[in-house]
């Protein structure tokens, strides 16, 4: 239990669905990010929220779109995603967005057919 | 030149060896360091951080650090089957309360019975 819960763990959508990833965190952190975990590639950082609010976009297509209602909860959602999406994506959270360790979830494994 | 870099591996040590798992960074100004423990399948586990010169031990864990040389590594000593996962290394991109998490692609280890 890493107090970071990921919701689906497993997902298998068309290009055309859409759909949602959540992320819930019982840590009493105030910033959330998204990664994007490819094959024999590193991390690549997605989203930073920091207290609700978006501190960074790293040029992520629009067809991903994020959403923190509150600093526990932190969604993904997805539209008329490609093949090259499919990815393992995690969640994580820090006390705050300056860098510190970050604590992971056990991410979704999306694959898109 | 990547940020953050990892040799892939695999490396393979027999049990109760000692692993050496390596990493280079080119942003002078990084100032915290971090090992993840990644399982196959499972979500990256913080294991050591790290962020003054010099050595911090935990347990069977070694983590060391050469800001002169931009140079970060783990040693495993005693290394069990159980350590046999992938290897992340982070650095705290810049300084202040702006920095963000930059990840090699990791390290294989495989430890052998």
Not at chain 1, 80 to 95: I, K, N, R, V
Not at chain 2, 56 to 69: I, M, P, W
Not at chain 2, 84 to 94: D, E, F, I, Q, W
Request: with cysteine; net charge neutral; aromatic share 8%.
């Amino acid at each position: 239990e890493t107090g970071v819960t990921q919701t689906p763990r497993h997902l298998v959508m068309g290009m055309t669905n859409k759909k949602s990833l959540k992320c819930e965190q019982h840590l009493g952190h105030n910033a959330m990010y998204w990664y994007k975990q490819s094959a024999k590639k590193p991390l690549e950082l997605m989203f930073v929220y920091s207290l609700e609010e978006r501190v960074e976009n790293n040029s992520v297509p629009s067809r991903f779109s994020p959403e923190c209602p509150n600093s526990s909860h932190l969604f993904l959602h997805l539209h008329t995603l490609q093949p090259e999406d499919s990815a393992l994506y995690l969640c994580a959270s820090s006390q705050d967005h300056a860098g510190g360790p970050q604590h992971f979830g056990d991410g979704t494994r999306l694959s898109i057919l | 030149q990547k940020e953050v870099e990892q040799n892939s591996g695999p490396l393979s040590v027999p049990e109760g060896a000692i692993a050496s798992l390596n990493c280079t960074y080119s942003d002078r100004v990084s100032q915290s360091f971090f090992w993840y423990r990644q399982y196959s399948g499972k979500s990256p586990e913080l294991i050591m951080s790290i962020y003054s010169n010099g050595d911090k031990e935990d347990g069977r864990f070694t983590a060391q650090l050469n800001k002169a040389s931009q140079y970060v590594s783990l040693l495993i000593r005693d290394s069990q089957p159980s350590d046999s996962a992938t290897y992340l290394c982070a650095a705290r991109r810049g300084s202040g309360n702006t920095g963000k998490l930059i990840f090699g692609q990791g390290t294989t280890l495989q430890v052998k019975p």
